[in-house]
């Protein structure tokens, strides 16, 4: 496995998965770009879609109310970090069992 | 002069199983290519039949632009849809934001729509739940979606229009926006017919109806009038054309393809998913008064005939009836032993063989056909047509439900000078 990737942060392992998601780079994202069409180009639909696709990369799901709450990629990193921590079995490393994604 | 608005034809798109250009399918159809294959998108061989005139991914694509996501993202008749027209206003020769965005319109066939996506989402949500389906599962089925597409993609203001009429949508259509410009409220249309719906329901839909060809030897099936023959094959795909009004068209200097004479719809069969003779005769006699044509002015027609024993011969017995016995004309040819059955797609492919043949003159042999139908042998189904150069081509399609529809073309006739 890539060791850049071993050693991703979970700020840095979510852009990485909305780029996938987009099929484009968007490592330019910052922690207060909003969650819309001025930033990553999501109108409401895929918004909806792209969180389902993170939830199959973190292996959670996402609470209804929380969508709600969603306002800046930061807002996205802090719900996949509560979501996974708040999983019976604790999945820290949010659904990524082979790579160590770091808290930060 | 003449006393109605006359249609013409001044741009061609395709994206078929033997190519994304009409030239591909022009040279296809002569040479007696074939785009029959054992069926590669999933597997197949627990169906009665597996194989497909399938569209080669990678051999066609949209332009990047509005609402390119929701394309990639819909069933696959949209993308087809979306490249053909795309292809068919790039063959316009002019920009289409130049025609008159209210009196410019598009009207599209198809059959199911987004079955792809359909049989796709039941399984996701069986086997994960219901909160996986994504958002954009309604919009990437609804049949509709593929004319509301490329209208707003063109930046249409006038109307766009679904028939989701079985294997007649394509055909139909092309009819009604031919009315569309004959009544003046239309300068120009963007028509096509789409499908595309090699899905695992389809084949064992079909399968239950003893419908698919059973035979794997690609070379040998469909066989479209064939004392042999043994079902469908099961194609996909888009074809498209604008349809001008003469007049605009020539006071632009435009390529004119070919002209659109006539058009006619009747409902009736003899059993649901089974047309009658008397009900496709109708609808051929009716196509021809709109045309303003005799039956001995008609050189070919190119017919439903799919490869299924009883529609077959019950188009060949209308054909019989409403065609005087004449050794020469009409000619008589199936295009579906190249292209398999496209279904709402299938009288647009219809169309874009006989202006491929208008031009060059030379009409396509009906593939795999050898032993023609004992009773209609006398017919005229080639190898040689006997009719020198094809000028009016009749083309018919039926659909389940009761659906008749037929389109009269031309070559491009001079306009006469009053």
């Known amino acids: 496995m890539d060791v850049s990737i071993q050693s991703e942060t979970l700020y840095q392992r979510t852009v990485r998965h909305i780029s ?23 109108d409401s639909l895929r918004l909806y879609e792209m969180m389902l696709y993170l939830e199959d990369c973190f292996g959670v799901s996402f609470e209804e109310s929380a969508l709600a709450k969603l306002t800046t990629v930061q807002s996205l990193v802090d719900l996949i970090r509560s979501t996974s921590t708040s999983r019976p079995d604790g999945a820290a490393s949010a659904g990524a069992p082979a790579a160590s994604t770091t808290e930060e | 002069m003449c006393d109605r608005r006359r249609v013409v034809l ?4 395709v994206v078929s199983c033997l190519g994304a250009t009409f030239g591909e399918l022009a040279s296809g159809l002569v040479e007696g290519k074939s785009g029959v294959r054992a069926l590669t998108r999933f597997d197949a061989t627990r169906f009665p039949g597996s194989l497909a005139a399938e569209v080669r991914d990678g051999s066609f694509a949209a332009a990047e632009g509005p609402y390119s996501y929701e394309i990639r993202r819909a069933g696959r008749f949209v993308q087809y849809a979306v490249a053909a027209a795309e292809s068919a206003v790039a063959d316009l020769g002019m920009p289409w934001r130049e025609l008159p965005p209210d009196r410019a319109g598009v009207y599209l066939g198809v059959s199911t729509g987004g079955l792809d996506e359909m049989e796709a989402a039941v399984l996701r949500q069986e086997q994960r739940g219901p909160g996986k389906i994504s958002p954009y599962q309604i919009t990437s089925m609804l049949p509709n979606m593929a004319a509301g597409l490329i209208a707003m993609r063109l930046g249409c203001s006038g109307p766009h229009y679904t028939f989701n009429a079985a294997c007649a949508g394509g055909t139909q259509a092309i009819g009604e926006a031919m ?26 839909s079909f399968g239950a109806m003893r419908m698919l060809a059973a035979s794997a030897d690609v070379e040998s099936v469909p066989r479209p009038f064939d004392e042999s023959s ?21 006071a632009r200097g435009a390529t004119i393809y070919a002209e659109l004479l006539g058009y006619a719809a009747t409902t009736g069969g003899a059993r649901v998913a089974l047309q009658s003779k008397d009900d496709v005769w109708r609808c051929m006699e009716a196509t021809l008064e709109d045309a303003r044509l005799r039956a001995a002015e008609v050189d070919a027609i190119y017919a439903q005939a799919a490869g299924i024993r009883q529609g077959d011969e019950c188009e060949l017995e209308a054909i019989e009836a409403a065609f005087p016995p004449d050794r020469m004309r009409p000619a008589i040819l199936s295009i579906k032993g190249h292209i398999g059955h496209t279904f709402a797609a299938s009288g647009p492919f219809n169309v874009a063989g006989a202006v ?4 060059s003159g030379k009409l396509p042999k009906t593939r795999n056909l050898r032993a023609p139908l004992a009773r209609f042998a006398h017919m005229n189904f080639g190898p040689d047509y006997r ?3 094809p000028r009016n081509i009749l083309i018919n399609t039926y659909g389940f439900g009761g659906l008749n529809a037929s389109l009269c073309v031309a070559g491009a006739r001079p306009t006469l000078q009053s």
């Not at chain 1, 987009?22 to 001025?38: C, F, R």
């Not at chain 2, 001044?10 to 798109?13: K, L, N, R, S």
């Not at chain 2, 009315?179 to 300068?187: D, F, S």
């Open chain 2, 387 to 389: 009719v020198p150069r």
């Open chain 2, 230 to 250: 043994n079902g469908i094959v099961l194609g996909e795909g888009a074809a498209a054309f604008v349809l001008e009004d003469r007049e605009h068209a020539e």
């Open chain 2, 356 to 359: 491929a043949a208008l031009r």
């Open chain 1, 20 to 42: 996938e998601y987009l099929e484009k780079d968007m490592s330019h994202l910052q922690p207060g770009t909003p969650l819309n069409a001025a930033g990553p180009g999501l």
């Open chain 2, 10 to 13: 001044t741009g061609i798109g």
């Open chain 2, 179 to 204: 009315h569309g410009i004959r009544a003046g409220r239309l300068v120009s249309a963007l028509v096509c017919g789409a499908d595309g719906v090699l899905t695992p329901i389809a084949y064992s």
